[in-house]
């Protein structure tokens, strides 16, 4: 399996993953002995910052000889100042793809724009975790216009595992049986209370979707090679009605 998106660097400015380099030591064991062989680190990129790409690449040397190999990658906040800033525009690997996050509350009126402007200047773009998203987990369907335009999404395993709470697990169950899936990826921070696994989240997510372990082998494989991803068009969502029944 392929993680795209791990916080698995030591003491990386701006991030909150692992202060000290044995603790990157273990989260990188812990995803291998789960069956993970290749993680891209994604670290948190909220302000711009000068030679970030360097910073992330001698942290990645840092680790010293690795059982599995660690790729280059961040996690882009969708704030004008960053995306504005091409430095901060740090890819997959050596792909063409961004991971972008938006405000946990809400996402930005004009976040149509914001993945048009990125398309146009040549990448293609990773929603992280909508899930989680305020904005879809009251409305779902705002990801098929998204992903009709070519947005792809990427939900946590600690989110189809219930780890981030109910609200979550649901939209997660949801995205996932209407082909608004196409990454599963762990989100690691920590080694212990922020793991989740990524074959068990696979385990679950194949109970919504034939195509769950396509999220974490052929799909992460194909971005990496910076291939193009084909992806199903996405269902729309239906709320279910509640019935009432009246006492007699
Ligand atoms: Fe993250």
Redesign the pocket.
Known sequence: MFDI?A?VLPNILHDDGPKHLEKSLEMIERARKDGVSAIVA?P?MMIPVENRKEEIKKAIQSLGELPIPIYIGS?IFADDIVLANDNSLIPLGDSNYLLI?FPRAELPQHVDEIFFVLQTKGFECIF??PERNGSIINDPNLLVELIRKGVLCQVNAGSILGSYGKTCQKTAQILLEHNMVHFIAS?MHSPNRLYYSLKEAVAQAQEYTDSASDMVLKNPQTILNNGFLEVSEPKQYKKRGFWFFGRR
């Open positions: 998106h916080h994604t948190h996690e996050e992280a975790h989100d």
